[in-house]
């Protein structure tokens, strides 16, 4: 739609000429149907109605996170403790929304604990002495603590504390590569080709775990993995007819996690009552019983609040410090790729520098509250949500941090988190098959970006694929191979050398970045396109901070800070780029809903259009 007096002389295209075929990425990123926007308001009742689906829509992984890691914590037995440490995974993933969302990107998007970081969580607590004596072959079974007892609580909160020092130190690497604006130096170095074997293998090191929780019952765990396919992709386009969303609500698509959940825990509690699985714990199918943790409900407390520190006084150590910086790396390129997806499907422009620079610094101060309350791993921006305001076309804020607030409440409730801890095992290996499945995919669909009929390109993924696979597998079946003569500087390297997506990453970073190949060999010319660094810009004030950025933009030391607006770096790429951006129009269409097309335009003057 043109404005008055304004022709298509006046829009400006930021499509290279060579690369004619990107056109059809601007459009669609200039051109945002939408219900509500990213500063947009709905009713109360919206608000907590949309808030809830998008705490729904990102449970899947946040009760995933501690299930995953429970064995190698040592947690496993003290139930009532695995609940707490739901609650609080939850809890602190509100926490870390509600800051996100008001302080850092300002987008809308859901922030929670990280798969990336379990890998080196493997590896971290594999390398301590006796982390589990539980899983010692050598121990003597009659002189261990009892399981759930004071005794064992000491056990896990002991390895728990050792994560977190370790993540909370780890963490300063986010907050000084974002508020220092180094992000934007690394980017540069860093394209498809890095990307891709890094997230690839955060899920090809976890098959062992999805394997060893489906065993247990493997026809449980195929319905599972079965409905969660059937809903995802074969019923996803049915929508439920809903008054408060125009079109229905496409329900099988937004929680097909939480349905194959539910319908398959129904099934074992089925089972179970008709006494179809044995009751003899040696017996294979006893984990599919829903009557093992029944006690869990009992004990645990109707509210209890997390606090920080309730594990005790964190411990730090080099390896495992080093450990969670290569976690840490892989989550911020996560959440980069979100910052731009988010902006697109919210109607918002791309997010500039210093917006980016400001969501990972914050990112990074998250974190530091995650290692304060004893999550086990960092938070990170979660795609599964983004991709929620796709479907639902509601990129409100307002919304966002309603979620935050509801993920707080929900973490007060100890029995809610206490309730997931009776999901069996065979149904929670059926939901990682499927998870981690798709994080690989993922990692490897970053390949769209470069071309793979060039042999540079399928050696520079392929040996740091194989390589991130063989050598932390070989070291962790012998970790006493590593011999220097120094036992901490021993640790460290087998820390780093186990951890799958930093020896697989570091070497794809470093063949791409020295075997010689042109910026669009490398994927770097699709690439930026399509994060966001050739389209269409719009009123960026919906990155300014809230109440003082009228005040901070007065003061003339704030343009050498690269988290504000006026920062010079900022300005003059903008001024390099030739573009002046002075804000949007906004075409409103009456319909149902409300619904409203935003149409961005850019001027190449100072004159508002």
């Not at 604990?113 to 006796?130: E, G, T």
């Not at 499927?434 to 990692?443: H, P, R, T, Y």
């Not at 390589?467 to 006493?480: A, E, I, R």
Request: hydrophobic share 45%; glycine share 12%.
């Amino acid at each position: 739609m043109e404005p008055a007096g304004k022709g298509p002389s006046n829009r400006r295209s930021y499509t290279a000429a060579s690369e004619t075929k990107d056109i059809e990425l601007t459009n669609r990123a200039t051109k945002v149907e939408i219900l509500y926007g990213v500063d947009d308001r709905p009713p109360w009742y919206l608000c907590l109605l949309l808030g809830f689906q998008q705490v729904l829509t990102a449970f899947g992984g946040t009760f995933a996170f501690p299930l995953l890691i429970k064995d190698a914590l040592c947690i496993g037995g003290d139930e009532v403790g695995l609940g707490q440490l739901i609650s609080t995974v939850l809890f602190v993933g509100g926490l870390a929304t509600l800051i996100q969302a008001t302080f850092g990107i300002r987008l809308p998007i859901i922030q929670s604990v990280s798969f990336a970081f379990v890998s080196p969580i493997f590896v971290i607590l594999r390398s301590q002495a006796a982390n589990c004596p539980y899983t010692d072959p050598t121990a003597n079974a009659s002189l261990l603590p009892e399981r759930g007892s004071e005794d064992h609580r000491q056990i896990w909160q002991d390895n728990l504390r050792e994560l977190q020092g370790c993540l909370m130190v780890a963490s300063l690497l986010s907050v000084v590569i974002g508020f220092s604006g180094i992000i934007g130096v690394l980017m540069k170095y860093i394209g498809p080709l890095t990307v891709a074997p890094t997230i690839t293998l955060i899920a090809f090191s976890l098959f062992e775990g999805a394997s060893s929780q489906g065993s247990g019952h493997w026809y449980i765990c195929f319905m599972t993995i079965f409905l969660v396919a059937l809903f995802s992709q074969y019923l996803r386009d049915i929508a439920i007819p809903c008054p408060c969303v125009a079109g229905g609500i496409k329900i099988f698509a937004l929680f097909p996690v939480l349905l194959s959940t539910c319908i398959s825990w129904v099934v074992c509690i089925i089972l179970t009552m008709a006494g179809v699985l044995t009751n003899d714990p040696e017996k294979w199918g006893y984990a599919a019983r829903t009557d093992i943790q029944l006690h869990v409900l009992q004990e645990s407390k109707w509210f209890r609040l997390p606090y920080p520190g309730q594990w005790g006084m964190p411990k730090v150590n080099l390896a495992g410090v080093l450990g969670m910086m290569a976690g840490m790396l892989a989550s911020v390129i996560e959440s980069l790729g979100d910052y731009y997806a988010c902006a697109r499907l919210s109607g918002a422009p791309s997010p500039p520098g210093y917006a980016i620079n400001r969501g990972i610094g914050v990112e990074g101060i998250t974190c530091i509250l995650a290692g304060v309350w004893g999550t086990g791993g960092g938070n990170t921006s979660y795609s599964e949500n983004v991709g929620a305001i796709g479907i639902t076309k509601v990129g409100s804020r307002l919304v966002v941090q309603t979620a935050g607030i509801l993920m707080i409440l929900l973490g007060c409730l100890g029995k809610f988190g206490a309730l997931f801890v009776t999901i069996p095992e065979p149904v929670v290996g059926g939901l990682f098959y499927i998870l981690f499945g798709m994080v690989g995919a993922v990692g490897i669909s970053n390949l769209q970006f470069v071309p793979l009929n060039s042999p540079r390109n399928l050696f520079v993924f392929g040996v740091p694929l194989f390589f991130g696979l063989s050598v932390p597998g070989w070291l962790n079946k012998n970790p006493g191979a590593i011999v220097t003569g120094n036992e901490n500087l021993d640790q460290v390297l087998r820390v780093l050398c186990g951890t799958n997506m930093l020896v697989g990453g570091a070497l794809a970073f470093l063949l791409d970045n020295t075997i010689p190949g042109t910026p669009k060999e490398r994927g770097l010319v699709a690439w930026g396109k399509v994060e966001g660094t050739n389209e269409t810009k719009g009123d960026l004030s919906v990155y300014n901070l809230p109440l003082i950025q009228p005040w901070l933009d007065r003061l003339p030391f704030i343009r050498y800070i690269p988290v504000c607006p006026s920062f010079v770096l900022e300005k003059k790429t903008r001024e390099d780029d030739g573009t002046q951006i002075d804000g949007i129009e906004e075409n409103c269409v009456i319909g149902v809903g409300n619904e409203r097309s935003i149409d961005v335009q850019i001027s190449d003057s100072n004159q508002i259009i």
